[in-house]
């Protein structure tokens, strides 16, 4: 037996369906076959919520002319290069297939973040399939199809991908496997199907669209190919009852965990955030119930409550009893891990109910401090009250100091994770080391000689369908240095040894930076780009200015043309998706620009 099917068949002994067992269509259905290809292991794969929504509804309808697959990065799979390969010479399966991935009708590539974009090359060349759209034949080679927030910008891989699902997939996917199956049935051309698909509302088709591109990078015009294609497509978000069960619970866990999603989208809209662009929506209480009392009949051991907004989930203090009793009836452990709240939505009754839980964590404990005690999070994003304002944010000091008050009452928190942004427009050196500042009054007012303060730092970057998508961002190897100004700060205000004992100090790696630097600005050229780091064998992982630089200095391409503002009038790359109200963005840029010439009057 190969190394893969062992590997496969371990998978299928410990995974569990959730609820009633699949009734997979048979091949006299002739259905079409429908891949998911999830650039993660199998643990964190169960975690990718989108995916495996479609994956359950295409599966739980008759209807549907389809069989949906996962295929995932194995741990068997070897190293050649960037690329992987499989042992033994076997071909890329499915966990539910023997059957070539590269045999399906239908692949779906689901990216997180578009600094992660050059995995698409790595999942198509295991899986053997031709990277670019135009090498590929329907009826010969599946239909590719990108979705999740790495395709923000779709135009990056614009050439590769034939399709990108924006939005919520429920109504839109199910539209596309039709397509293909008529098309399909009557023989009709690739080309034929894709126009009928560049029609269906959430679907983006590249090749349906002309470009004009620009020397150094961006484009100046942007036209639909013929009438019967839209000139703009906007994502797709589904009423409650529109949206699949199993968008808001995990259809599948490993034996050990379980996921629900209570709310989707935000109640606020902060400028360089994605997550107020979907309206705000809270799941059916009964259906995460229902969905707690099968994991709890299951056996499961821990329990995710995945969701970045779950201090607005209407009934979270109702679910949070049921965990309670979910834990206390239980013979072994039951962890509820808690992803994220907004801490300005904190209240005395909400950390108790959390406290009571039993053992309860949040997604931040891989961290291993040596204190077991929670962790909760607060973003203010800026240490500066003008920055915070201008950016819509709506966690202001005395909003953090009351819930630093709260936290002080409560002895099963003892870890506070501050997340900030470094580089926004206008930003001084006085404005990051009021970072350090503010996290020292923090510690100071929390009180708790054991406690700790983390610091997570991120770079500002303008990210497309957002009021902060034109803004400029800093290179991101000159972020290096502005950390250090922070840390700098800090020791200074502290002293080594209650820095070393009491902060810490997060940030992202300047190299992935570098590549969303272009890929959240880029056009079709990017993906070139893209695939050529790739092909040389660059360590994308250490990319660096330099390198990146050389290769778009190759192609004609400059890259500070990425890092520059956008102007308002300014057609942008992703101009078919976007949605941004240009009023928005000019106040938006207003406010930054007298905050920038009030700031330079105070220096000189």
Known sequence: MSALQQEIEKIQSREMVVGEP??????????????????????????????????????RRPDVPAVAERAIMYDCLT???NGLRVPDGDAYRSIENPSPVADADIIGVSITNSGDLPSFFKLLDLAGVPRRSADRKLGIHPLVVGGNGGFANPEILAEYLDVVALGEGEGSMLRLIDLVDEGRTVGESKDAVLERVAQVPGLYVPSMYDYELLPGGGVSRVSP???????????????????????????????????????????????????????????????????????????????????????????????????????????????????????????????????????????????????????????????????????????????????????????DFAHIMLYFIVGAP?????????????????????????????????QFMPKPNTVSQRLPMDDPELTEGHIQEIQDRL???????????????????????????????????????????????VDLASLSGTQLRKVLDDEGLDH????????????????????????????????????????QGVTA
Request: glycine share 6%; net charge negative; proline share 5%.
């Open 79 to 81: 190293t050649e290069g």
């Open 491 to 537: 020791r200074c205000l502290v002293g080594d040894e209650e820095y070393e004992r009491n902060y810490r100090v997060l940030w992202g790696e300047s190299s992935r930076l570098l590549l969303e630097s272009v890929c959240l600005r880029g056009d079709r050229r990017i993906g070139r780009i893209l695939e050529r780091l790739y092909d040389e064998g």
């Open 225 to 411: 190919r013929n009438l019967k294609v839209p000139a703009k497509v906007h994502p797709q978000f589904l009423d409650v009852n529109e949206l699949h069960d199993a968008h808001w619970v995990a259809p599948i866990i490993d034996g050990t965990r379980g996921m629900i999603v209570p709310t989707l989208g935000c109640r606020w809209a902060c400028h360089f955030c994605t997550l107020g662009v979907p309206p705000f929506r809270q799941a059916p209480f009964d259906l995460l119930m229902n969905y707690i009392d099968r994991l709890e009949e299951q056996g499961a051991s821990q329990v995710i409550i995945s969701s970045p907004t779950f201090t607005q989930y209407g009934k979270r203090y109702r679910l949070l009893d049921r965990l309670r009793e979910y834990s206390t009836r239980s013979k072994g452990k039951v962890t509820t891990i808690i992803g994220s709240v907004r801490a300005d939505e904190l209240s005395a009754r909400y950390l108790s109910a959390v406290s009571e839980l039993g053992d309860f964590g949040h997604l931040f404990t891989e961290l291993k401090l040596n204190s077991a005690r929670g962790i909760v999070t607060i973003a203010p994003e800026f240490a500066s009250p003008d920055l915070v304002a201008i950016f819509n944010k709506t966690m202001t000091v005395a909003r953090v100091h009351k819930s630093m008050d709260l936290l002080k009452e409560n002895d």
């Open 22 to 59: 699949y009734d997979f269509k048979t091949k006299e259905d002739n259905p079409l076959r429908v891949v998911f290809l999830l650039p993660y292991g199998h643990e964190f794969s169960l975690l990718c919520m989108g995916p495996l929504a479609l994956y359950d509804l295409i599966n």
């Open 560 to 599: 500070t043309y990425y890092l520059r503002e956008l102007g308002i009038q300014e057609v942008v790359p992703w101009e078919v998706v976007n949605s941004v109200d240009p009023q928005q963005e000019a106040q938006l840029l207003k406010a930054l620009t007298e905050r920038a010439a009030e700031q």
């Open 426 to 458: 206008g930003e001084t050196k006085a404005d990051r080391e009021a970072i350090a500042d503010y996290a020292v009054d923090l510690f100071r007012r929390f009180d708790r000689p054991d406690g700790t303060i983390i610091l997570k730092l991120q």
